[in-house]
């Protein structure tokens, strides 16, 4: 299973920016999906996260700004940013717990660079 990022890039603050996160390879189907990133210097953070049933939680900072969304055809998830701020800036990772053969596993995506300037 590899998971592909993809949609980073630079920004003023206040735009937007919309990463996706697509799912290939022998897998049955993927429960959670969550998006998290990292700053320079700093630990990875959980940002949002949507499950199997499409409930989806976010972390503080922004709520009320970002939108994770899926779209189980595709094995796809997305992260809508706006509001964007310069705090915002970091390496994107996309999370996936996926069934294959009756098993969970967690992957990881390759990260996409998201910058914000102020």
């Known amino acids: 299973v590899q998971l592909q990022a993809s949609g980073g890039g630079l920004v003023q603050a206040g735009g937007s920016l919309r990463l996706s996160c697509a799912a290939s390879g022998s897998f049955s189907s993927v429960a959670s999906w969550r998006w998290y990133r990292q700053a320079p210097g700093k630990q990875r953070e959980l940002v949002a996260t949507?499950?199997?049933?499409?409930?989806?939680t976010y972390g503080n900072s922004v709520k009320g700004r970002f939108t994770i969304s899926r779209d189980n055809a595709k094995s796809t998830v997305y992260l809508q940013m706006n509001s964007l701020k310069p705090e915002d800036t970091g390496v994107y990772y996309c999370n996936a717990d996926v069934w294959t053969s009756g098993r969970l596993s967690s992957y990881w995506g390759q990260g996409t660079q998201v910058t914000v300037s102020s």
């Open positions: 949507v499950t199997t049933g499409g409930s989806t």
